[in-house]
């Protein structure tokens, strides 16, 4: 595959907003043509599940953005890898690893996704000695090359912890971290952030003293051992793909999209992988709450690149 081209990643969010919903009809004949056809997952509705922010697909030939993070061509390899793997079960010292993030009414998954991975490298890179919440909201206010809730580039958002740093982030309105995350899920028209290089009030520490910044950004090889062995050594990637209708209604199983139109592209981040029932799979964390999914995880059919998944998978390693 030839990397003259980079996903502007439209991201998708899920919420909702009271008394209004996706109708009742409309749900259940997606559904019951899901479980027509579905043969390795279980689709279900959601109650006042709402598709917002959703825009068209924007795939824009760029070579600067595609050269934004260089490729990693000297992966360390591994002799055997297991046939299956969590990354909350090999570093059990990291609590970030079994956590959900919630992007709310904000297309924000690039910056979202990044910033759970980098908090799970943290951590898993100092050995569990060093817990710290990085977050997405200094990134979306101060970037200069995304389009806010509109959409960014994964790649450049791992750039720009190196560049730039991210700060520590508690959820939303929580009063938590640096700053808070600034947008929730029933799309109350909440402010915009504006760029501005102070923490909250009551936070006991400078903009300086808290922003932690990574050592490298990179692209990890676009095949399925190169991504399995990054997790294994390293922690979790961000991938992106892209999203038909059917994806919004998973429950659990193992995805793969047997219905509807395309919706645009989604950035997660990968923990592990397994195999169900004879169909391998990579193990996601997706990014619109608990309540979407397994608990906001899901399982997605791995090895075909389906959908673009194994296409562009980013990385980096965090500086203490």
Not at 38 to 49: D, G, I, L, P, S
Not at 165 to 187: A, D, I, L, M, V
Not at 205 to 210: E, G, I, N, P, R
Request: proline share 4%; glycine share 10%; hydrophobic share 35%.
């Amino acid at each position: 595959m030839a990397l003259t081209k980079v996903l502007l990643v439209v991201c998708l969010a899920i919420g909702t907003i009271s008394g209004f919903s996706i109708p009742d009809q409309m749900q259940n004949t997606l559904v019951s043509a899901i479980r027509s056809r579905a043969r390795t997952w279980v689709a279900q509705e959601y109650n006042q599940r709402e598709k917002f922010g959703v825009m068209s697909l924007g795939l824009r030939p760029n070579d600067s953005v595609a050269n934004a993070v260089p490729l990693l061509e000297n992966q360390r390899s591994v002799r055997s890898l297991p046939v299956n793997f969590d990354s909350r079960q090999k570093w059990p010292y990291c609590p970030s690893l079994n956590q959900i993030r919630d992007q709310g009414c904000c297309g924000s998954c690039y910056a979202v996704s990044t910033a759970a991975a980098i908090t799970d490298r943290y951590c898993i890179h100092s050995g569990g000695q060093k817990q710290f919440t990085f977050g997405a909201t200094d990134y979306l206010a101060c970037c200069t090359d995304c389009l806010k809730c509109d959409g960014g580039y994964v790649a450049k958002t791992w750039q720009y912890w190196v560049d730039s740093g991210f700060t520590s982030e508690g959820p939303y309105k929580s009063g938590q971290g640096c700053k808070s995350y600034p947008f929730g899920s029933y799309c109350v028209n909440d402010p915009y952030p504006t760029c501005s290089r102070q923490c909250q009030a009551g936070y006991p520490l400078t903009y300086s003293q808290d922003v932690k910044y990574g050592a490298s950004a990179y692209r990890v090889m676009w095949n399925e051992n190169a991504i399995m062995t990054e997790i294994y050594q390293n922690g979790p990637v961000v991938v992106q793909f892209e999203v038909f209708d059917d994806f919004y209604q998973y429950r659990s199983g193992v995805y793969r999209h047997v219905t509807g139109t395309t919706q645009g592209w989604h950035a997660v981040r990968v923990i592990g992988w397994g195999v169900e029932n004879g169909v391998k799979y990579w193990l996601i964390a997706n990014s619109w709450g608990a309540r979407w999914g397994d608990n906001g995880f899901f399982k997605y059919v791995r090895g075909e690149n389906h959908l673009g998944i194994e296409d562009f998978v980013y990385a980096g390693l965090p500086k203490y």
